[in-house]
């Protein structure tokens, strides 16, 4: 089970001064282990090949000789264009290609079609083709109204044809590159998942366990315990 590391504060509580990581009914008791070189080299590459960084990957599995995961590295080139076409807000080309490297994926995963779909939509309204945009609203965003979760998107979204100045609208956030790398990461996260690969790197899951874990013990030992996790301090160190 694949678990978003954000959601760690609701799974993790101390007792005995050990951790216990609850899913549904099973529990797993973790220990420290010293961590040696290979731990290390593993948490590297898996951020490596998350973020699609191939040649920096060829590189430190030269530098390491560590195994090559072929199997990864198959799909790095292809994810690495998805995920700047979506980017970029070319949310046509990104749906294309998914559905060519995951078949089905956007079919069983209605709320990132949408959120693709939306891009193309928020593309179009900021080129100022607002007949074209809505069109396509129409065509491809309406048949997700049935639902009612999208109801509220789908009402911020038309707003923005309201406006001369759609950045200067209420709804900005929606043209911001922020939720352009939102939906890009979300896709990415998505793929992987697709191909039985895990959806968050090792690194991202060890960073927000060791903050929780801190903030839990200083929680509990109140002004004893432990000063809060801090990844500026912990990089300068």
């Known amino acids: 089970m694949d678990v978003d590391p954000r959601q760690y504060e609701h799974l993790l509580c101390p007792s005995n001064g050990l951790i216990f990581l609850h899913f549904g009914a099973s529990i797993s008791i973790r ?7 290979n731990d290390i080299h593993n948490i590297v590459m898996s951020y490596l090949v998350h973020n699609c960084f191939k040649e920096t990957v060829e590189s430190f599995i030269a530098c390491t000789g560590m195994k090559q995961p072929s199997d990864y590295l198959e799909d790095m080139e292809k994810r690495k264009k998805i995920f700047q076409f979506a980017l970029e807000g070319n949310a046509l080309m990104a749906i294309e290609l998914t559905e060519q490297l995951a ?70 956030h929606l043209l911001s590159l922020e939720y352009r790398q ?52 912990f990089l300068k160190s």
């Open 31 to 37: 220990l420290l282990q010293a961590v040696n070189d």
């Open 103 to 172: 078949t089905n994926l956007l079919e069983k995963n209605k709320d990132l079609h949408f959120d693709l779909l939306s891009l193309h939509f928020v593309e179009l309204v900021c080129s100022r083709k607002c007949t074209e945009a809505l069109e396509f609203a129409q065509m491809k965003l309406a048949p997700f109204d049935k639902e009612q979760k999208y109801v509220e998107k789908l009402e911020d979204f038309m707003a923005l044809l309201a406006y001369e100045e759609p950045e200067k609208s209420p709804m900005f």
């Open 182 to 233: 939102h939906v890009a990461e979300s896709l990415n996260r998505a793929i992987l998942a697709h191909a039985n690969h895990p959806s968050y790197t090792a690194m991202e899951r060890l960073i927000q366990q060791t903050t929780v874990v801190r903030q839990c013990l200083n929680q509990e030992h109140a002004k004893d315990g432990p000063p809060p996790f801090s990844l500026k301090d």
